[in-house]
């Protein structure tokens, strides 16, 4: 059964940076490709970024591009969002996620995802 854990949340000010990382477990992480999903207070839950299995490819969500990286390291079945410039909008619980093993595209369709970790707290104050 995979399991994924997020860690690196915290509290911090606007303008500066956090960095998310996605322990996982019980499946080959190269063979699915991964992403970051975050739900506001009172808000649905909303696609971030995502990489394909390999890695070579990403995508972002136009609120965060240019701010946000993605990365994964396939040795040791982690992944990562380094972000930077951060500002009050990006307070939010914040999710990885896994498609199911072969579907290594990248998607921005929460329902294309079949593991979800507990999600991480990330607070921005302004």
């Known amino acids: 059964q995979v399991q994924l854990v997020e860690s690196g949340g915290g509290l911090v000010q606007a303008g500066g940076s956090l960095r998310l990382s996605c322990a996982t477990s019980g499946r080959y992480f190269s063979a699915s490709a991964m992403g970051w999903f975050r739900q506001a207070p009172g808000k649905g839950r909303e696609f971030v970024s995502a990489?394909?299995?390999?890695?070579?490819?990403?995508a972002y969500a136009e609120s965060v591009k240019g701010r946000f990286t993605i990365s994964r390291d396939n040795a040791k079945n982690t992944l990562y969002l380094q972000m930077n410039s951060l500002k009050a909008e990006d307070t939010a619980v914040y999710y990885c996620?896994?498609?199911?093993?072969?579907?290594?595209?990248?998607?921005?369709?929460?329902?294309?995802?079949?593991?979800w970790g507990q999600g991480t707290q990330v607070t921005v104050s302004s």
């Open positions: 990489i394909s299995g390999s890695g070579g490819s990403t």
């Open positions: 996620a896994a498609r199911p093993v072969g579907r290594t595209f990248v998607s921005t369709t929460i329902a294309e995802y079949d593991a």
